[in-house]
């Protein structure tokens, strides 16, 4: 049965302008074959609103589900038809009825919900058709859903009067014949069979699009696998390169500083000037060489696992001390640059390797140092949080630029600035602070603008927890044999019967008749005691 509301047309326009809604239809669902007269109304309305085919046909399934239930479980309801809004509109449809209601609502309402009898399909089929669903339900009141349909950008807001004229129309209207609607329904749904079946077949098509791809994508990383495992091979291959190759190059070199200083401390008489100048020479590029030989070594080391951690209790006012006493020599004479080391104020004993920390840091104030003309190096500690304590080095000099502060922990890479070509330098000392940084569990980072100078900061645990027990031999075969000191002979090149004395130690690298004291190159090597 279809009943026009009796609202009269001014009182009509009153609601729309008001933003109030606008009742188009009220109809009734008493018996089977009203549930496909209210679809037929439900496409008509939607027709006449201006929705296109595909929305009227989802508006309308959706009453009818709805419709269905009402009938299904309250035995009847009635169907509100109604448009709300006025700039920006939409479509509402009301359909209540006076049953018992829906018990648990919220478990039916959850995605989760499986119904064994049929009970809540209709709900979730309506909430994938609409736009907004809402439901209202209470065993003393019965239950009244209202499916929201919006307009479309597209759909043009409609005015009282082109509403009125809409609700006439349908006063006029004869009801269609059932079997036509249903007919009409059956046709939708071959034509949804046939979307359907497009749509299979375009994921058919996709699914072999994938497979395709993923054969790209397994073949890539088979390749990928394949170039990782040859470049492993050949990091452990430079990496074994570079320590046998700095154990052999410390051999000559150990040889070539120790003449040198032997010419220089004028154990084998009197130097020229010009001789003198050039023994200087040879000194100074040994060992610049032996640091880089060094730093391979130790970077070597890192990579390959193979460093000992010695952990031991220290204070970092004794290291400072140290650092103090054997940094201090680098300032030149009549330097503008000032050395300073704040005292640390309530720091707790660490419990690390005081020699790998010592190393870290002399290798950033050596830096700081050399690129640093006017002003200070300020190196500091203090506790950032509970269980870890910062080191850092500040300087006034040439800072690093933002793109570059990433790349100076690479190995051999070295930033170009107006003090770089009076400096001497093989680009691993920061690389090396890194791998030592994190291999005593901790990290190191960079503040810097060019101009304004450096601070970097070094992250470590207070006491260091990881493995202790790593190996001490290196990637080079043992035993090899260092000459360290020549002795006892006033003429070691040209008397053949000259004695020579080979002092070998694993742990430690020294220097006879009172050289180790002064030479740092050794004394910072190896062995704490030196």
């Known amino acids: 049965m279809i009943v026009i509301s009796d609202s009269t047309i001014e009182n009509r326009k009153s609601k729309i302008e008001n933003g109030i809604s606008y009742p188009i239809l009220t109809t009734e669902v008493r018996f089977e074959q009203d549930i496909v007269q209210v679809r037929q109304r439900a496409r008509q309305i939607a027709k006449g609103l201006g929705f296109d085919s595909q929305a009227q046909t989802r508006i309308a399934t959706a ?7 009402a009938f299904k479980y309250a035995g009847g309801g009635k169907v509100e038809f109604i448009v709300e809004g006025e700039s920006r509109q939409f479509f509402r449809t009301r359909i209540s009825d006076s049953g018992p209601g829906i018990a648990d609502l919220s478990a039916v309402l959850s995605p989760d ?14 909430k994938r058709l609409m736009d907004d669903v809402q439901i209202d339900s209470s065993p003393d009141r019965g239950t009244a859903v209202q499916l929201i349909k919006q307009f479309s950008k597209q759909m043009p807001a409609l005015s009282a009067i082109e509403l009125n004229k809409l609700v006439d129309k349908l006063a006029r209207q004869i009801p269609e014949d059932p079997y036509a609607e249903i007919q009409q329904q059956n046709q939708e749904l071959l034509r949804t069979l046939d979307e359907l079946r497009q ?8 699914n072999q699009q994938l497979k395709d791809t993923n054969r790209g994508v397994v073949a890539l990383y088979a390749e990928l696998n394949e170039k990782a495992e040859f470049l492993q091979r ?26 040198s200083e032997i010419l220089l401390e004028r154990l084998d008489g009197e130097l020229s000037p010009e001789q003198e100048k050039q023994v200087n020479s040879i000194h100074k590029s040994a060992l610049s060489l032996a640091e880089l030989v060094n730093d391979s070594l130790d970077l070597a080391k890192v990579e390959a696992g193979k460093v000992t951690v010695r ?14 006493g054997m940094m201090r020599p680098l300032l030149p004479q009549n330097s503008a640059v000032t050395l300073i080391f704040e005292a640390p104020r309530e720091l707790p004993t660490l419990t690390t390797d005081e020699g790998k920390l010592s190393q870290i ?16 190096v300020r190196v500091a500690a203090e506790m950032e949080e509970e269980g870890t304590v910062t080191f850092s080095v500040a300087d006034t ?3 690093i630029p933002p793109a570059d502060q990433t790349r100076i922990f690479e190995e051999f890479v070295q930033i170009e600035n107006h003090l770089q070509k009076g400096v001497k330098g093989t680009g691993l000392g920061l690389s090396l602070c890194k791998k030592m940084t994190e291999f005593l569990g901790g990290s190191i980072e960079i503040e810097s603008s060019p101009g304004a100078g450096s601070t970097f900061l070094v992250n470590l645990p207070i006491v260091y927890d990881g493995d202790l027990e790593k190996p001490l031999e290196m990637s080079a075969a043992k035993g090899v044999k260092t000459p360290l000191f020549l002795a006892n002979s006033r003429s070691p090149v040209r008397d053949s019967a ?15 008749q009172g050289l180790a004291g002064r030479n740092s190159l050794y004394r910072d090597r190896g062995c704490q005691r030196c």
């Open 63 to 69: 009453v009818s589900e709805i419709a269905r239930n």
């Open 113 to 126: 919900f499986r119904s064994q009898t049929g009970a809540g399909l209709g709900l979730a089929a309506a």
């Open 199 to 206: 749509r299979q077949e375009e994921l058919v098509q996709l």
């Open 234 to 259: 050949a990091s452990e291959l430079k990496t074994s390169f570079l320590s046998n190759m700095s154990h052999e190059f410390r051999t000559p070199l150990t040889a070539i500083l120790s003449l």
């Open 311 to 324: 952990v031991a209790d220290f204070e970092v006012e004794d290291l400072f001390s140290v650092l103090r």
């Open 361 to 376: 840091l002399r290798n950033l104030i050596s830096n700081a140092l050399k690129f640093t003309e006017a002003g200070e």
């Open 397 to 399: 000099g040439v800072g």
């Open 498 to 512: 000259a004695k020579i004395l080979v002092v070998e130690n694993e742990e430690c690298l020294s220097f006879s």
